[in-house]
């Protein structure tokens, strides 16, 4: 699969900071088709749960983008428990802004996966 089909869903997944498994399926549809002029074979994207607290609608899990172009195969998870995981220990995790730079671990994450690419 051309890497350009990559990074789109490494970038819409790692951009994500709240959806669902429906909300990421419905704008990367409609993204691609704009991006690239050109429906993908398939989309899907499914989650797990590792917390859920209804009161205050937190989550904590999983969603794993799986990404069909011609006939090609592209899968990828996101684990945002990891990510609480790394982030809670840094000192500043708890500044409102934290997790709009680059010290966040989605954000160290995500450029990790892209320069993998190449």
Do not use: A
């Not at 160290?108 to 320069?115: A, G, N, R």
């Amino acid at each position: 699969m051309e890497n350009k089909y990559k990074e789109f869903v490494i970038n819409r997944l790692y951009g994500l900071i709240e959806g669902s498994p429906k909300s990421l399926k419905d704008m990367m549809i409609r993204d691609f088709k704009t991006i690239f002029k050109q429906e993908p074979d398939s989309i899907n994207v499914t989650s797990t749960n590792r917390f859920v607290e209804e009161e205050n609608g937190s989550w904590i899990g999983t969603m794993t983008v799986v990404l069909n172009v011609s006939g090609e195969e592209y899968t990828i998870t996101r684990d945002w428990g990891e990510e609480y995981d790394n982030d809670k220990n840094h000192p500043n995790f708890n500044d409102e802004w934290f997790y709009e730079g680059d010290d966040c671990f989605s954000w160290k994450k995500s450029q990790e996966i892209l320069k993998s690419l190449y």
